[in-house]
């Protein structure tokens, strides 16, 4: 069994997750970013191995979701009306 071959197989799949899970981290951003998140993660993408790639990705993203949540805690507050009615009330005829 040749181990340098199962390492890089390891370190291919570890990189594989690892995009799988920032492709999906996008979806927490603001929208106006995700063209951009998107053309980041391309770029790592193409080039797992590529540190700054990652790091160009993360900080972006980082950024972009504690806008995101920043700008979600600021939104007033609208409480839940807690009745709920299962039927729509009759419309009352004007004749």
Not at 15 to 40: T, W
Request: with cysteine; charged share 25%; proline share 5%.
């Amino acid at each position: 069994m040749n181990t340098s071959n199962s390492k890089h197989q390891s370190s291919y799949a570890d990189a594989s997750a690892a995009l799988r899970q920032a492709r999906n981290a996008i979806d927490g951003a603001l929208s106006r970013d995700r063209g951009r998140l998107h053309g980041l993660w391309s770029r790592w993408s193409g080039k797992p191995a590529d540190a700054q790639a990652q790091a160009a990705f993360a900080q972006a993203l980082a950024a972009s979701v504690a806008q995101r949540e920043a700008r979600a805690a600021s939104l007033p507050r609208v409480p839940a009306d807690r009745r709920c009615r299962s039927r729509p009330r009759p419309i009352a005829s004007s004749s």
